[in-house]
C-alpha cells in the first residue's frame, strides 16, 4: 500500500527550530516529486516547498524561503523539511504530498497536482 506518514512535530518556542520527515512507502520513489504542505486553522491549506524527484531542484514558499529547506534521501525514501527560526505564523498541520512525475528536476508547487497525501503533523509554535 502506497502512503506517506509524516512525523517530527510537536511544540516549540518562537526562535526555535524543528525538523520534519516523511517516510514513504514507494517503491519507486526516486520517480516522484515531492512537496509540502501546511493548513493552519479557519485558513486554507497552503503550499510550504516541494523538491524534485531528483532532489536537485526545490522551490518555496515566498514566507517561508530563507528559513525553511526541503531534501531527500531516496536511498532511504524520505523527504525533510528543516525549519529554522519559527514563529507563531507557522503554527499548522504539516502534511507531504508525492507523485509521479518523468520531469527530474521538476518542482510541483499546487496541491492538485499531487497524488498520495500524508495524514500530517502538528507544528504549534508559542509566542
Not at 502534511?95 to 497525501?117: D, E, K, P
Request: charged residues 15%; proline residues 2%.
Amino acid at each position: 500500500q502506497v502512503q506517506l506518514v509524516e512525523s517530527g512535530g510537536g511544540l516549540v518556542q518562537t526562535g526555535n527550530s524543528l525538523r520534519l520527515s516523511c517516510t514513504a512507502s514507494i517503491r519507486t520513489f526516486s520517480t516522484y516529486a515531492v512537496g509540502w504542505f501546511r493548513q493552519a486553522p479557519g485558513k486554507e491549506r497552503e503550499f510550504v516547498g516541494g523538491i524534485s524527484r531528483s532532489g536537485d531542484s526545490t522551490d518555496y514558499a515566498v514566507s517561508v524561503k530563507g528559513r525553511f529547506t526541503i531534501s531527500r534521501d531516496n536511498a532511504k525514501n524520505m523527504v525533510y523539511l528543516q525549519m529554522l527560526n519559527l514563529g507563531p505564523e507557522d503554527t499548522a498541520v504539516y502534511s507531504c504530498a508525492a507523485s509521479h512525475t518523468t520531469f527530474v528536476r521538476v518542482v510541483l508547487t499546487t496541491g492538485n497536482q499531487y497524488a498520495i497525501w500524508g495524514q500530517g503533523t502538528q507544528v504549534t509554535v508559542s509566542s
